[in-house]
């Protein structure tokens, strides 16, 4: 079945330690997109990638650094400099970054915890 | 200014009932598009329904319509025949088009609750 994969579903860290969240899509979408989801603040875009070896910040780019090495992975890095690490993350993808009826793919979400 | 508006945090049903959430967007764009997820208690986002802004016709898929008022800047949820599965969170978000470029920018989301 084609889909995106996130993984771990849940992840727990340490202050100060940088952590790295999987996204895995067999959709042979070119775009990717991260997103954070905060209680009652809806989702705001990290980063986003249109094609493999390119990306641009979002809204809340900073403490987090993403790669797009290959064209099924979008893997997310949460470094030490994010002042408040601990959030739902959501990784995304469509066929293109166009208007007409791209809807974004979903995956399932990794709940990160820093302690 | 927020690009899209979802005024209503929780909002109450019965089982069987139809049910309107509300969204209103800004944009400047005349090509964009409109989309509403629904997110379940386990976190996935799944994709509802979607209008595009030059649609004459509201978008209909199963018990899903769109009431879309463009000059009003308004793209309202329609769920009819509410099913206690269809208790989430659900999201509008649109697309702005004629940059070439463009991503998901999401509302607050309302949080839909159907009763027995």
């Known amino acids: 079945d084609g889909g995106i994969t996130q993984s771990p579903k849940y992840l727990f860290r340490k202050e100060g330690q940088n952590v790295t969240l999987s996204c895995e899509q067999n959709?042979?979408?070119?775009?990717m997109y991260w997103y954070r989801q905060d209680p009652g603040q809806g989702l705001r875009l990290i980063y986003y990638?249109?094609?493999?070896?390119?990306?641009q910040k979002g809204d809340i780019a900073e403490g987090y650094s993403v790669s797009r090495e290959k064209k099924e992975s979008f893997p997310l890095t949460v470094t030490s400099a994010q002042k408040n690490p601990t959030a739902f993350y959501l990784c995304?993808?469509?066929?293109?970054?166009?208007?007409?009826?791209?809807?974004?793919?979903f995956g399932q979400g990794t709940r990160l915890t820093v302690v | 200014a927020q690009k899209i508006t979802q005024t209503q945090p929780g909002m109450f049903v019965q089982e069987k009932e139809a049910v309107t959430l509300d969204c209103t967007y800004d944009?400047?764009?005349?090509?964009?598009?409109l989309f509403w997820y629904k997110q379940p208690s386990s976190g996935e986002m799944i994709f509802l329904i979607y209008q595009g802004s030059y649609d004459q016709q509201n978008a209909t898929e199963g018990r899903y319509s769109l009431n879309f008022q463009k000059a009003r800047k308004s793209a309202n949820l329609v769920i009819s025949a509410s099913q206690l599965g269809d208790s989430a969170m659900y999201f509008c978000?649109?697309?702005?088009?004629?940059?070439?470029?463009?991503?998901?920018?999401f509302g607050k989301g309302t949080m839909l609750l159907v009763s027995p």
């Open positions: 978000a649109m697309r702005e088009g004629t940059s070439g470029y463009s991503t998901l920018t």
């Open positions: 995304a993808s469509s066929r293109g970054t166009g208007v007409m009826n791209t809807e974004a793919f």
């Open positions: 959709l042979n979408h070119d775009a």
């Open positions: 944009t400047s764009d005349p090509s964009y598009g």
């Open positions: 990638s249109q094609i493999v070896n390119d990306f």
